[in-house]
């Protein structure tokens, strides 16, 4: 299969309401889509990097840059000849570079799409999609007041999600989270999420969150200090949870030896692709350690890839992967919607949704075409 060229397409979405976390406020959404296009079909890949390095040191310049500068660059030899590529080759070949996971996953995932939608076989039944549906959670933004926080809950709860993340910071941790629980019950799945807000010194004010019964907290300590984690894990009854200290399998393994996490949140984009994310999850699994699959606020086009995977056996807790009407107004593709609390893993060939290409064009900023 000959890949013709590589888009490189910048959208930017507005967000239905400002998403506040312990490291600033997103009012819009500005994504990254990549195009791997053949003379038959298209593959497509979102970025997950967000505008500036604030979750991660990627950012979509960056993105931008190393795909154009070497990593499209790279595969050319891999993807101008007629024979099928081989995408375990083409994860090989960027492994060279280091780093710029993100910018990675979305290559990858176009030309897997691209790949798969040749062969008509969907993303899902390529990494062993267990269920044809998923239970979601919802991520919920630090608010002004814990009014505000319980109104916002209550009305995700009515429509049908599964479990509840709250965004905490120091100042906005026990409260809202004891606010949450009394006013829902011991019945709902709840758990927090600091974003490496906090240090070890704050580890007896964390344990101050283990009478709540929460399902687990998500990246307290810094990205970069898997030691830490672990002595945290030792002084706290709530289960810890590693977001953005695990880039790879490598990281996976060390967190679980070291006892850093007891829960990995995957996601896709943080681990350089879906390939990756397998990768963790079948070691997580082998080590009876829980996974879940994360969100980036993704458009429809990474949010059908995440249900993909998140359809797999070991992701035995709800993920961020929540409605489109969560996010935007409207979605680029087709809009996700909940049923009953959960999201149906797309069957179609490849990713198994497309851009409405109307709706994209109203969005993009710009595009780059890259030639093979
Ligand atoms: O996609 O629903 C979503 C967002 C979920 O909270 C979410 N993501 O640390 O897990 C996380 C954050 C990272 C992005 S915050 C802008
Ligand atoms: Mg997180």
């Excluded at 699959?293 to 949010?303: A, F, H, Q, V, Y």
Aim: aromatic letters at 6%.
């Amino acid at each position: 299969m000959k890949i013709t060229g590589i888009e490189l397409r910048r959208i930017t979405m507005p967000l239905i309401a400002p998403f506040r976390t312990s490291f600033g406020t997103e009012h819009h959404r500005d994504t990254l889509l990549v195009r791997a296009v053949t003379p038959d079909t298209e593959g497509w890949g979102e970025c997950a990097a967000m505008t500036a390095p604030l979750y991660s040191p990627e950012y979509t310049e960056t993105a931008i840059d190393v795909l154009r500068r070497y990593l499209v660059p790279a595969l050319s030899p891999h993807l101008a000849g007629s024979a099928p590529f081989d995408i375990n080759a083409v994860n090989r070949a960027l492994r060279r570079y280091r780093g710029h996971q993100m910018a990675k996953s979305a290559l990858e995932t176009a030309l897997l799409d691209a790949g798969l939608r040749t062969t008509g076989q969907s993303l899902g039944s390529y990494l062993g999609a267990a269920v044809p549906a998923v239970p979601c959670g919802v991520s919920v933004g630090i608010m002004d007041s814990v009014p505000a926080l319980l109104d916002a809950v209550d009305d995700y709860v009515n429509q049908g999600y599964r479990r509840i993340k709250l965004k905490i910071e120091p100042g906005w941790d026990v409260a809202p989270v004891r606010a949450v629980r009394e006013r829902f019950g011991p019945g709902l799945l709840l758990q927090a999420d600091a974003n490496a807000a906090y240090t070890l010194a704050d580890a007896p004010h964390l344990a101050k969150l283990d009478p709540f019964d929460l399902l687990l907290i998500e990246q307290p300590l810094a990205d970069d200090d898997l030691v830490q984690h672990a002595q945290l894990a030792r002084r706290l009854s709530t289960p810890v949870c590693l977001d953005e200290s695990i880039h790879s399998a490598e990281h996976a393994a060390a967190a679980i030896t070291l006892g850093s996490c007891s829960i990995i949140n995957i996601k896709p984009g943080r681990v350089g692709g879906y390939l990756e994310a397998r990768r963790i999850h079948d070691l997580a699994r082998a080590h009876g350690v829980a996974v879940w699959c994360g969100g980036m606020l993704e458009t429809g086009i990474g949010r059908a890839a995440n249900l993909a995977l998140a359809a797999l056996p070991g992701f035995t807790l709800p993920g961020d992967t929540s409605a489109s009407s969560r996010y935007y107004t409207t979605d680029i593709t087709a809009p996700f919607v909940l049923q009953d609390g959960y999201l149906p893993v797309p069957t179609g060939p490849g990713i198994g949704v497309e851009p409405i290409m109307e709706l994209l064009d109203e969005v993009t900023v710009s595009t780059e075409w890259i030639p093979l």
